[in-house]
T-cell receptor, first 113, second 113 residues
Framework: DADVTQTPRNRITKTGKRIMLECSQT?????MYWYRQDPGLGLQLIYY???????NKGEISDGYSVSRQAQAKFSLSLESAIPNQTALYFC????????????FGPGTRLTVL | DQQVKQNSPSLSVQEGRISILNCDYT??????FLWYKKYPAEGPTFLIS?????DKNEDGRFTVFLNKSAKHLSLHIVPSQPGDSAVYFC????????????FGQGTRLTINP
């Protein structure tokens, strides 16, 4: 079984709809992250959480919100989706006591029409 | 501003030869650097890292070189194999353990038989 799972894997939605992307991990890591990948721009950090009570904005948090429901779960919401949020979204985890290595989920491809 | 740059969007190398992927950074506070590898429909996976106290780190066929004065790092793969065909991202962090990563845009490596 995968250590970091993301649901859904693919989603097509319409402008103005609310969307939630979910991430679960079985690695026991405290730290979780949400990134988006756009062609030619690499991965950009949206939000990160170093424990259940800690939520921080990343480089591109506008238009997004997150919820850390438990150590193992970190969800990303688009309150009112817009077409330029069409991208590949990745969740990642890391160990607070370890190096900077992050472990990524398989990604969610989101299309906003 | 793009703090971590991979100026070559793509690279094509013959099987058995050396692949050299380059990465430049602008922030002198970056202290720890990583390379990730990404296959289609999968999340990035950690490949190799280097701390700024070193100028070289080697792991099997993969070697990362760091030139702090030039703010440049490179990943050497030798010999290149067809399974190395993927997108490679370099990433940088302010402090080892700080765990917020800044990613480059990625370089698509194709190994030709």
């Amino acid at each position: 079984d995968a250590d970091v799972t993301q649901t859904p894997r693919n989603r097509i939605t319409k402008t103005g709809k609310r969307i939630m992307l979910e991430c679960s991990q079985t690695k026991g890591h405290d730290r979780m992250y949400w990134y988006r990948q756009d062609p030619g721009l690499g991965l950009q950090l949206i939000y990160y959480s170093f424990d259940v009570k800690d939520i921080n904005k990343g480089e591109i948090s506008d238009g997004y919100s997150v919820s850390r429901q438990a150590q193992a779960k970190f969800s990303l919401s688009l309150e009112s989706a817009i077409p330029n949020q069409t991208a590949l979204y990745f969740c990642a985890t890391s160990d607070a006591g370890g190096d900077n290595e992050q472990f990524f989920g398989p990604g969610t491809r989101l299309t906003v029409l | 501003d793009q703090q971590v740059k991979q100026n070559s969007p793509s690279l094509s190398v013959q099987e058995g030869r050396i692949s050299i992927l380059n990465c430049d950074y602008t922030n002198s506070m970056f202290d720890y650097f990583l390379w990730y590898k990404k296959y289609p429909a999968e999340g990035p996976t950690f490949l190799i890292s280097i701390s700024s106290i070193k100028d070289k780190n080697e792991d099997g066929r993969f070697t990362v070189f760091l030139n702090k004065s030039a703010k440049h790092l490179s990943l050497h793969i030798v010999p290149s194999q067809p399974g190395d065909s993927a997108v490679y991202f370099c990433a940088a962090s302010g402090v080892r353990g700080a765990q917020k990563l800044v990613f480059g845009q990625g370089t698509r490596l194709t190994i030709n038989p």
